[in-house]
């Protein structure tokens, strides 16, 4: 049983490719991806960024990790938070230990020195989702978690935002409106037309920014990312 469970730590982290391999084609996808949002941002000043999904399973955990490298690996400040409260994913990409994280961060059960642990890719922190409440809907829509997130966001230039697909509980919508900008992560082959449309609308009428979307490949043999901007 254990050494099941080490050997899928080592395969999440594996791909993690803009660490593992900086050079390859689809880090240099991401990195591209990264300059966009600064040049979309340019006016705005981007600070906080909310990664979502039409539905589970597309990916969007995976892509939030690998742009918040990108992010850093520019010499960034940046976070990588879990906002995921229902199936929180981003542990699972890097090996920092357990941690209160967000949640502890929203009940003040730990400081911020405390929550924040340090990835292995230099300028990265990851803030982990922490113990999941039984209300994640009562916490999206807190005074608490702005005031979190505020104080977050005097500490780092990028925070990165993976949270819940859009279409199956409100809690990305909610931090749309909270978050600077939005990315919408669609899995070809796998998200329906129509739901690619309805997430994207969700976020157009709810965000301050809608960047865009990340299309995800999976069915190739290395994952393939393609990048449309929003309008």
Request: glycine share 6%; hydrophobic share 40%; proline share 4%.
């Amino acid at each position: 049983m254990v050494k099941r469970k080490l050997k899928q730590i080592e395969r999440e982290d594996h791909k993690l490719i803009v660490q593992n391999k900086p050079l390859s084609p689809l880090s240099e996808q991401f990195r591209m991806v990264v300059e966009n949002i600064e040049l979309m941002g340019i006016d705005q000043g981007i600070k906080s960024i909310m990664i979502t999904s039409a539905d589970p399973s597309s990916g969007k955990s995976l892509i939030s990790s690998n742009l918040a490298i990108a992010f850093a690996q520019k010499g960034k400040k940046t976070l990588l938070i879990d906002v995921d409260l229902r199936k929180p994913t981003i542990h699972k990409y890097f090996r920092n230990g357990i941690s209160l994280g967000l949640m502890g961060l929203i009940k003040k059960d730990v400081t911020l020195e405390n929550a924040i642990v340090e990835s292995d890719t230099p300028n990265l922190s990851i803030l982990q989702a922490g113990i999941i409440p039984l209300n994640p809907a009562t916490i999206m829509a807190s005074e608490r978690l702005k005031i979190v997130l505020a104080e977050l966001e005097m500490h780092f230039d990028h925070i990165i935002m993976d949270t819940p697909p859009i279409l199956a509980v409100a809690d990305a919508q909610v931090l749309a409106g909270i978050a600077d900008a939005s990315v919408l992560v669609i899995r070809n082959d796998y998200t329906v037309t129509e739901r690619a449309r309805k997430a994207s609308r969700r976020l157009e009428q709810s965000s301050k920014l809608f960047l865009g979307v990340i299309f995800n490949n999976q069915k190739q043999k290395l994952d393939h990312y393609y990048y449309q901007g929003g309008k």
